[in-house]
Structures are given as structure tokens and as C-alpha cells.
């Protein structure tokens, strides 16, 4: 999930150095270190409120969103999904968060908002983690950085993300759907989305969906148009009243969302984009419904597996060959005798010839 300080530039360049009183900082500067410090808190306290509103929230109360990384004037939080109640609090605790924050800082300055977007993605397959180089010692070696992981290490990415980077197609698709995001529009990505809907069917959220079209972006599903999907985050009654009678005039309604379900699974099989598999926190998932991409990691995991393990066993030979004076002197005594043998057999041949 992905929020962004809207009119940050422009203020910028508007206000230069205007500052407050008794304020050592220009104004700009203190909304947003103001806009950093408060919107993680802000989220992480409605993540807490929704939990006690959600079954199952033992299963996920140590999994709020974190902050990865900020770019700009944008904060970017992960958060690894255990069930479809944890996805819908964040969810949840998002839209109420980009609300509470927009009202605070339209007091201070009405120049300034928030817009959000928010996508998914599969680790460790067909995404991948690995180590951030601007995270790592100096002295890490190029195994450390950017190699591979094991799950010991996917786990720590879970605990402290910002000390990791995430990598893949879905991932790069988050990204690319930043430009669709509104002050009162949650950008989606399509298998969120589609999530989603799941999670309006069982009534876990209240989100109004809009389909906005399709749009080829840049690296994505190889240039197929892919579907805009957005859900209202609008938080002034009377410009959702307004809109609502805009919609009706224009006869562009909200998508119904279980239409939109079947669309968007539609097009995610027939594009091959995979289909997310989150289950309830009640509920089993079945081994065999288990994205191609996991058995294929799977399988490549366990080859890898046991070429390190051939690789270490040979390691603790030569090592134990090593440290072993008996066994080193038996090998030297015993390549000795061999050498010994060859140079005896070539002196008596070469006399044998000087014979002849």
C-alpha cells in the first residue's frame, strides 16, 4: 500500500521559505515531516481498532502494515497477508487512514491531501526478496547481497522489511498503476481487487468499486490493456452525494461487485496473471490448488537443496582430510609408495634397454 502528499510540490514552490512562528523549519518542510511521522501512526492505530471488529485476529494481530520504504513525498508499506480477515482490516485501516489524515491535514492546509494505491503480490514465487544494497555492511559479500534466501531470511523480511527489496512483475505493476490514484480514489491492482470483491461478498468490507476501462501500461501483461480499477475513498458527504448524482446523470454507475469478480477472474486466467490463494483463517488450503509457479520453485528448491548439501558434505572431507595428521600421513605414505613404484619400474626399463 502506497499513499502519497498531494500538492506537495506545488506548495513547495508557493511557499519557499515562509515559516511559522518560532519555527526554525520553512512550512513545507514541517507538514511533510509531519505527513512521515503521523500517517504510520495513524494507520497502525486503526489496524489495531479494526482487529477487535474482525474474527480470527490472533492469527494476524503481530502483522500490521510497515513502513518499507519512502520515496519523495510517498510512503510505501508491506505487510505479509495471512488470511482474507487480516487483508480486509489493512485494507480497512488504509481507506480509514488516508480519510483521517486527509481531514488533518485540510485544517492546517487546504492545499494539501493524500491519494493511495494498493496491490498484491506472491513471494516467493514468482516475486522474489532479496537483501537491499543500501542496507547491507559494507563488507557484505555479493552473496549476501542480492542472493538468494532462505526462509529463515524471508521471515526477517516479514519482521523489517525496509532492510530488503522486493522484486517481480507484480510488484512492478503496483508501481504503474500510481497515476490512476485520486484523493477520493483508491487505485487497485486487478487481483486485489478481485480479492476484494471476495471480501465484499462476505461482507468484510464496504467498498464501492469503479471500472474505469482498460489501459495498456508498460511492461505489464505484455502490453494487453489492462483494467483500471478503483474504490471510492471520498471522504466528504457532500461530494459523494454530488458524485453519486453525476453518476446517475452520466449513467456510469458503480461496478456491482460480483459481476466485477467474474470479470476480473476472467481476464486474470485468460491473460495468465495469477490468482491469488488466500484463504479464511478457518480454512485448509488444498496442496493441489497451489499456483504452477510454487511447484516449479518448489521442485528447483529441492535440486539446489541437495547440490548444497553434496557441495557441504565434500567440504567436511577435504576439511576433516585435513585435520587429520594420521589421515594426512597415511595419504602422503601412501602417494609416496605409488611415486616410488613408477620410478623404480622406469630405471628398470631404461637399463633393461641400455642391456639390449
Known sequence: MSVDLVGSTAFKAKHGDKREDAE???????RTKNFYRLFPQILSGHFVEF???????????????????TVGDEIIFCVRVTCLEHLACCVRAFIK??????????TLENELDVKGRAWIASFPAPNVTIVSASRAPQEASINEVGGRLYEEDELQ??????NYDFLGKQIDTGFRISKFAQTNELALSIDLAWLLTLLRQRNLIDCQ????GREALKGVIGGVPYPIITA???RSVKRRELEALERTVSGAGFAEHVGLR????SFMEQNKVEIPIISMHTEVIDNNTLPRCYDDLKKAWAASYREDEE???????????????TTLEQGTSAAEDEINSIFDKFIHELISKKSD
Open 262 to 265: 467474474n470479470y476480473l477472474y
Open 232 to 234: 471510492q475513498t471520498e
Open 311 to 325: 557441495k557441504d558434505k565434500n567440504q567436511d572431507e577435504a576439511d576433516a582430510f585435513k585435520d587429520d595428521p
Open 157 to 162: 523480511a516479514d519482521v523489517r522489511p525496509g
Open 209 to 212: 468499486f469503479t471500472f474505469r
Open 24 to 30: 526554525p523549519y520553512p512550512t513545507w518542510l514541517n
Open 97 to 106: 487512514a488516508l480519510a483521517t489524515y486527509g481531514e488533518s491535514i485540510n
Open 51 to 69: 482487529l477487535g471488529v474482525l474474527d480470527g485476529s490472533d492469527n494476524y494481530k503481530n502483522y500490521a502494515p510497515q513502513v518499507w520504504k
